[in-house]
């Protein structure tokens, strides 16, 4: 698996996790 295939899991500052997928970008 590719890493531009796998879900980005990065958090906000307020400490939240968001799941941003790469197709979105």
Not at 9 to 14: K, W
Not at 15 to 25: Q, T
């Amino acid at each position: 698996t590719k890493l531009t295939e796998l879900p980005l899991f990065v958090a906000n500052e307020e400490g939240k996790v968001l799941k941003i997928d790469w197709k979105e970008l």
